[in-house]
């Protein structure tokens, strides 16, 4: 037992426990290592010195949905020019504190940051062309925005080639809004803690945060940030996206 329960067991009703960071990662089939970018160049008749030509449309086509979010919303996507020293919670947590925490987007940053990339290569000595994995740069978009289940989440959408997503929510958050219904039950957000008059008599479903249940509800959305995903549905794999779920 916890030492800190067994000593103050006399005052405690009962203990929950959730995950506390949960990241989800998508990562395309077709394209997220070098032989599968060239065969699916190649499944479209596209040259592989023709890569960077190709994937610049499907770049600017993330910066302009981007922008029609920020847009729709009324918002302005914020650039973060130095990252040093720059807490992009401390700046969503104001937000939050002027605008309330009702659900829908709270705000966009984009960054310059490093991304995984694919160059050219040609072999003088056997004649062949492949691609090779490299790392480059590109405008990253992070949506920052409150899910009425999951409370504050954010996807982060890298604009370019092979566009690996990643989605991140606070386990204890949902566990919040779970007792939230609780009338009798509140939190401490400093703690992480939760106070009750009561033990609440609902059961409360906890379940339900499960790696195939925060996946499942993420892929019908996920779309809305990545549009550029329709274009590899299905072209030889059958799969348009793997998710991969990470708990601490």
């Known amino acids: 037992m916890n030492p800190f329960v067994e000593r103050h067991q006399s005052e405690i009703s009962g203990v929950l426990s959730c995950f506390d960071r949960v990241v989800i990662t998508g990562t395309l089939p077709d394209i997220c290592y070098p032989q599968a970018m060239a065969g699916f160049l190649g499944y479209q008749g596209i040259r592989l010195f023709d890569y960077a030509s190709w994937a610049e449309p499907l770049r600017d086509e993330l910066r302009q949905n981007a922008e029609r979010i920020a847009a729709d919303a009324g918002l302005k996507i914020e650039f973060i020019r130095k990252s040093n020293g720059f ?16 659900p829908g987007l709270v705000h966009i940053f984009s960054a310059m940051e490093t ?26 978009y992070y949506f920052y925005f409150i899910d009425e289940q999951f409370g504050l989440c954010y996807v982060r959408v890298p604009t370019w080639v092979p566009f ?43 379940n339900l945060l499960t790696p195939r249940h925060c996946i499942g509800t993420w892929i019908n959305g996920h779309k809305t940030f990545v549009p550029s995903y329709v274009t590899f549905t299905p072209a030889i794999t059958g799969a348009s996206c793997r998710w991969n779920m990470l708990l601490t």
């Not at 957000?189 to 008059?197: D, E, K, L, W």
């Open 164 to 206: 690996r997503l990643q989605i991140y929510f606070n386990g204890h958050y949902w566990l919040a809004r779970q007792l939230a219904k609780e009338a009798s039950v509140s939190r401490c957000s400093i703690t992480h803690s939760f106070i009750s008059r009561t033990w609440p008599k609902r059961k409360i479903p906890l």
């Open 87 to 102: 807490r992009k919670e401390k700046r969503i947590k104001a937000i939050i504190a002027e605008r309330g925490d009702h």
């Open 115 to 140: 991304c995984p990339s694919y160059r050219p290569r040609h072999d003088k000595l056997d004649k062949s062309t492949s691609l090779e994995s490299t790392s480059s740069k590109c405008i990253h």
